[in-house]
């Protein structure tokens, strides 16, 4: 039997800032938990793998509050200049 269809949910609102930082505080404590215990040689990529989960951490926060920016309304967002915007041309 073929179930009646139902409108999707509305999405929740999330902090996805702090799930970012939150992420990258981890990546952060098991780089200085690594710096500590120094693993062996061969597992010294363990140690490039916290700093690229931090780099990309990073990233991700700057890259989250961009797109908040985006989706507050006009009386909220910031201002920003529009670069490389002249005078009308005139049509002839």
Do not use: S
Request: charged share 20%; net charge negative.
């Amino acid at each position: 039997m073929k179930q009646p269809w139902r409108p999707d949910p509305e999405p929740l609102e999330t902090n996805d800032r702090a799930a970012v930082l939150g992420g990258t505080a981890l990546w952060a404590l098991a780089l200085v938990v690594l710096l500590i215990v120094r693993p062996a040689p061969e597992n010294a990529w363990w140690i490039w793998t916290c700093v690229a989960g931090i780099v990309f951490g990073g990233f991700g926060y700057w890259f989250v509050g961009r797109k908040r920016r985006k989706d507050l309304p006009a009386d909220e967002a910031p201002v920003e200049p529009v670069l490389g915007m002249g005078p009308p041309d005139h049509q002839a």
